[in-house]
């Protein structure tokens, strides 16, 4: 197979959506904290030529392996990085990538990962039951299923996974210790709540519990989307796709309240809290994917998009060494809007 022809079976989502969101630009500069096959990085690096660059971040050094061959021609304008998203800041001051014009998450799994990749995370494979994005860290699911008292299993697994039959289910995985295959754990799932599940499989919310814990996904999320609206030139675009409510939750409360000038609690007369609006939301309601794309690929079905651009008002700068680094970088590559810059510009040199 040719180099330049796309290797992964993951199938990128909102594929179009995600590079409009982005405003992708001729030699801008963009940051795939979830590169996973490269597929939307790939599109990227197509839209923001000549001149574009990117920066790649996973945590599963597969998809390292794997987007490198995906991304083929465009060597020279990415670097890829095997890292959690949390140490998002670190990672870009480590290789100076910073202010810049889009970042994106693409949150979950790529296909490759669900597909029976041997690291357990399907339900559908049996495989070692690991669910760790990356083999440095050190919990497995194994650990959690095979230690955790039966309360705090009920507990996480109703608070993560929102299973109304968290309390059952514990009870079984209890009693049937030690489990440690994903096949095994599956079985014990379907004898304890049968058929009540409905439409999914009796295990699925089991199994997106167990791996939120592992990964420590929504507090990570939290972490990430603060550093990365600080990372963001002026203008920059933030885009967000998730695949559960639980994480579009904290999504949606982020970028709402950081796109707030006052977030103080209702019923105080006067605002105390001094919050200035960081963000502009681009789009008021969530983009979903088509109905066509989800017949062309279901797992895009339970998507959600979210777009906010950075604003930066001239009360805020009281960084000054921030915003000499955004107006820098603006200057670098072409900027959308070059005349509020220019303000911008005026307003540093008579400060
Ligand atoms: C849905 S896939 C991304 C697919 C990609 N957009 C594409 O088009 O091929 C999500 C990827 O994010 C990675 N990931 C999830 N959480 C992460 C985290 N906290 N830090 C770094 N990578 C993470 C996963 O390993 C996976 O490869």
Known sequence: MSPDKPISSHVPVLLEETVEAL????????????LGGGGHARAILERSSPGGQLLGIDANPDAIKIAKTNLGSYRNSYRLVNENFVNLQAVCVKYDFSPVHGILFDLGLSSFQLNGNGRGFSFQYDAPLDMRFSPDQEVTAANIVNTLSEVDLARYIRMYGEENYSHLVA?????????????????VIERAIGQRRGKIHPATRTFQALRIMVNRELENLGVALRQAVNLLGFEGRLVVISYHSLEDRIVKQFLQQEARDCICPPGVPVCICGHKAQLRLVHKKVIVPSPAEIRHNQRSRSARLRVVERIIAQEDCDNRAEMERVLIGANVGTWRRPFLVKKLQVIFAAA
Do not use: F, M, W
Request: glycine share 6%; charged share 20%.
């Open 171 to 187: 009870r079984h995985i209890v009693k049937e210790r030690p489990i440690n295959s994903t096949l095994h754990l599956a079985q």
């Open 23 to 34: 405003a992708v630009q001729p030699g801008g500069r963009y940051i795939d904290c979830t």
